[in-house]
């Protein structure tokens, strides 16, 4: 891939470029990075569209299930012709028409101990938007073992959670020094049974975009050690502390 930017490239993205935080060199390390998102659904189709947008050169997608009608309310990169279609192929297709010149990697498969480390480890950064906590605790172990960079977010009903972990830095806590139960009921991230409304997938997916923005351009502030809880119904935006767990495998 090229890694310069050519005029179009320089007109397409010119009110990011003109941003202090960012220029010329941010948005070639925008076009430099290499992200990998596990799970395009509510939080997932946000996160891609976001981040194709802004212009990152190489996204992996990692999902092995198909739409659905009851997807459509939230899953913001489908419509109703997309039904009973691989996620990860129409995914594809609409991204590539938002920007042709982002590389769309596909895994349509689920993320498994056999498959997740030489899936990860080609990535330097990952956004978690999967939906159950077997494959989230798998996702922080083998992103703590790589030392990578991870955005986790989590739905139900009107509420959001967000944390990030930057596992190049030493002594911070990861996502199982907050879950700490060995065995963590999925009803609460399961749409299905919980229910959700589909702005706060949008708002959720949309911030953990920026947030591996902020990362790829090393601005701002992260929140290693910390967790952000939305409550949409009432707006109440809090952060509270993570303690790291002396038994945890961070």
Known sequence: MNKSLDK?????????IILKNIGPSGQKKIK???????????????VAEFLV??????????????????????QSLYEINDINKS???CAKNKLNKINSKTFIKTFNLRLNKENAIKIIKKYDFIIDGSDNFKTKFLINDISLKLKKFLVVG???????????????KKNIPCLRCFFQEEKISDDILNCEYEGVI?????II????????????LDIGQNLDGKILILDLLNLNFRQAKVTRQKKCLC
Do not use: M, W
């Open 205 to 216: 997916g949309t911030l953990q975009a920026n947030e591996v923005l902020k990362q790829i």
């Open 87 to 89: 996620k990860v192929s």
């Open 198 to 202: 589909g702005t706060v997938a949008g």
């Open 154 to 168: 989590a739905i139900s009903k009107f509420d959001g959670h967000l944390f990030t972990y930057n596992f190049k």
């Open 53 to 74: 947008r802004a212009g990152v050169g190489h996204i992996g997608i990692v999902d092995d299930d198909f739409v659905n009608l009851s997807n459509l309310h939230r």
């Open 8 to 16: 179009k490239e320089v007109e397409r993205f010119s009110r990011q």
């Open 32 to 46: 430099r990075a290499k992200i990998l998102i596990i799970g395009v659904g509510g939080l997932g189709c946000p």
